[in-house]
Nanobody, 125 residues
Framework: QVQLLESGGGLVQAGGSLRLSCAAS????????MGWFRRAPGKEREFVAH????????YYADSVKGRFTISRDNAKNTVYLQMNSLKPEDTAVYYC??????????????????WGQGTQVTVSS
């Protein structure tokens, strides 16, 4: 079992930045690849970013590529999502998730085994 707790969400103006954190507890953190997803009002939960167990490989949704950066600190059991140049369409609840088996389908919700409760990000125009 892995427990995930997101933090760092809030209200920011368009063009601004936020850094989300996700602290993990329970099983050994570096046994898991990690991902960030988001759910905007009235929409399905969608993939945002993924990072491998070591942190050497990262993947992004096209909508955030070049603006968002995922990283991890295995010594601190934490994964981060640095969000720059935020747009109103980035408004959503952001979730981190842990992937135990890394089958390669990192963009699918079903790939992930554990989820946090989410943190709200609101970008005003």
């Amino acid at each position: 079992q892995v427990q995930l707790l997101e933090s760092g969400g809030g209200l920011v103006q368009a063009g601004g930045s936020l850094r989300l954190s996700c602290a993990a507890s329970g099983r050994t953190f570096n046994n898991y690849a990690m991902g960030w997803f988001r759910r905007a009002p009235g929409k399905e939960r969608e993939f945002v970013a993924h990072i491998s167990r070591s942190g050497r490989s990262t993947y992004y949704a096209d909508s955030v590529k070049g603006r968002f950066t995922i990283s991890r600190d295995n010594a601190k059991n934490t994964v981060y999502l640095q969000m720059n140049s935020l747009k109103p369409e980035d408004t959503a609840v952001y979730y981190c998730a842990a992937d135990a088996f890394s089958s390669g389908k990192y963009y699918l919700r079903d790939e992930y085994d554990y989820w946090g409760q989410g943190t709200q990000v609101t970008v005003s125009s």
